[in-house]
């Protein structure tokens, strides 16, 4: 059965560091979404990407975050400057079409030191 | 704009009990309702859903929920609970418009134990 990949699992970082959290997506899904989910805190939407552009952020999702689909597999999120805060589990998600199932990765544990 | 609601972050019921997870939502357009599961170290999976049409869903695993307007409800129950139930579960909402860019907005979550 396809499933979303996320890699790596877990990142530490230095506080200041940039991290690129790696994502590949079902192969035949169109929309793309990171969330979060801060340790004993709810899950939380970061971003949604359809058609090679950001579709909805929210207002976690500031300038120091961007993301990119620099081929037609990856999903990528990048964390410029990682502060203390940014320590949580990110999830990535696909989906076929709008407001439809989301599939969802494992996720990467990212703790910043 | 939408929220959700779970009450209890801890539940615990015996092996064979019904399961109750009770999941309230907040939303001004018509909402599509999740019910997702994480088991440890998983991402999180769907156990079910409810965009239109019947009120009561049902899931994978013998779970269903039932989707009710009238108290902006969409509780999860399984009949009988089994040792491999025992996981954390959330409940999301998404907004039905057609201005929506399908993000989920999530519950705090509900941990179940099942005991023997």
């Known amino acids: 059965e396809p499933e979303v990949t996320q890699t790596p699992s877990h990142q530490v970082t230095q506080m200041g560091q940039e991290v690129i959290l790696r994502c590949v997506p079902i192969s035949n899904h169109l929309y793309f979404y990171w969330y979060r989910q801060i340790l004993g805190q709810k899950v939380e939407f970061l971003v949604s990407f359809y058609n090679n552009e950001i579709s909805e952020k929210s207002e976690i999702f500031d300038d120091q975050f961007s993301v990119e689909r620099p081929d037609g597999s990856n999903f990528t999120l990048k964390i410029r400057s990682t502060k203390l805060e940014d320590s949580a589990m990110y999830f990535c998600a696909s989906s076929t079409r709008l407001v439809n199932e989301q599939f969802f990765g494992p996720g990467t544990r990212l703790t910043v030191l | 704009a939408q929220s959700v609601t779970q009450l209890g972050s801890h539940v615990s019921v015996s092996e064979g009990a019904l399961v109750l997870l009770r999941c309230n939502y907040s939303?001004?357009?018509?909402?599509?309702l999740f019910w997702y599961v994480q088991y440890p170290n998983q991402g999180l999976q769907l156990l079910l859903k409810y965009t239109t049409g019947a009120t009561l869903v049902k899931g994978i695993n013998g779970f269903e929920a039932e989707f009710k307007k009238s108290e902006t409800s969409f509780h999860l129950t399984k009949p009988s609970a089994h040792m491999s139930d025992a996981a954390e579960y959330f409940c999301a909402v998404s907004a039905n418009y057609g201005g929506s860019q399908g993000n989920l907005i999530f519950g705090k979550g509900t941990k179940l134990s099942v005991k023997p």
């Open positions: 939303s001004s357009v018509p909402p599509y």
